[in-house]
């Protein structure tokens, strides 16, 4: 008889933590662990362009964007070619 109401006891305990848990953690839970800022507000995100107007300079800053970054790989491809042109006439 002792040994059921041990039993009990452990049935009782393995089924309570895990209920405790998720209800102290599962309560409330915006509140205690929201961090403020954490997220951006509606000025800082992104905005989809609606008008004609804003779609054709989004689209015109976007290419001008990826020209710099073709001319920044142009200078560093013709960098890394007088590089290998000095090595090889130095040797």
Same mark, same amino acid.
């Given at each position: ?10 049935? /009782? *305990?393995?089924?309570? %933590?895990?209920? /405790?848990?998720?209800?102290? %953690? /599962? *309560?409330?839970?915006? =509140? $205690? %662990?929201?961090?403020? /800022? ?8 992104? *905005?989809?362009?609606?008008? $004609? ?18 001319? =920044?790989?142009? =200078? $560093? =491809? ?14």
């Amino acid at each position: 008889m002792v040994k059921f109401g041990l039993e009990l006891f452990k049935f /009782g *305990t393995y089924l309570s %933590f895990p209920i /405790g848990i998720m209800y102290y %953690f /599962g *309560t409330n839970i915006e =509140e $205690r %662990f929201s961090v403020p /800022g954490f997220w951006p507000s509606a000025e800082q995100s992104n *905005t989809i362009p609606k008008d $004609r107007d804003e779609i054709r300079a989004e689209y015109e800053r976007i290419v001008a964007r990826q020209r710099i970054k073709q001319a =920044e790989q142009r =200078e $560093r =491809e013709a960098a890394l070619q007088a590089q290998a042109q000095h090595d090889d006439n130095s040797h």
